[in-house]
């Protein structure tokens, strides 16, 4: 059985680019019979703002998107995200850290994907106390790779690339990556369609998957969505709400955007005519496209 999901964050409305991401998850999942998951990512409580996470299901169903089961809120699954860390600690894999952001660039003498890779100072040394301590996963010397269905080979050389990653903040908050792991592992996903900005993602993700006896899914990462300036359409970088009129006409804007179905994208007389067309000739394969 298939599963596939779509993951979106209550950050703000729906835009073209969550669009064409939802399409692609819903298209892969739905033409091979599967199921396909809605799961609001409000893990960073911080970041979610009220109402957005309503007026994206809302937006959803406007367009003809049909999920399966219920509608899960990584806000209400904490208990399962300490059940994960607590495994992670009596497997020794997960360490507290009470470094600052400073004291990390400043000792840090390699640089990874995402700036200062942790040098580990917690782990050699006790942590400081009567500070809030983030807990960091362990990574060691591999190099871990998987196939993405797209983009073909991809890995990291986990210390050097990445370095030991926090799964819970000193705040309380638990990281994306774990709440992420966590929930696809549990609702069963089989496969992550999602936008290419969350490639680099991947590798910690299955590194957590192998640490937690998870199976990994398969992945693949599509095209993004850029502005006529070259960014990737956001709440940062302005992008609007997805109209709630013309559906037929943005939903074919999405089908045009996405490699994986026949250009031109005939017009139909009805929303549902729309989607019948695109489950029916939808293939995920290798695309020629630069990321
Ligand atoms: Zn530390």
Redesign the pocket.
Known sequence: MVVGRFAPSPTGPLHFGSLVAAVASYCDAKSQGGQWLLRIEDVDTTRRVDGAGADIIHTLQHYGFVWDGEIVYQSERSEHYEQALTQLRKQALAYP???SRKEIADSSTQVGIEGAIYPG??LHHPVKANTPAAWRLKTTAINLGFKDRILGWQQHAMAADIGDFVIKRADGLFSYQLAVVVDDALQGVTQVVRGADLLQSTTRQIHLQQCLGYLTPDYAHIPLVLNAQGQKLSKQTLATALPLDNLKDTLTQAFNFLPYLPKPVPRFSSLPALWQWAMTHWQLSPAAHPL
């Open positions: 850290c009470t470094c100072t917690c």
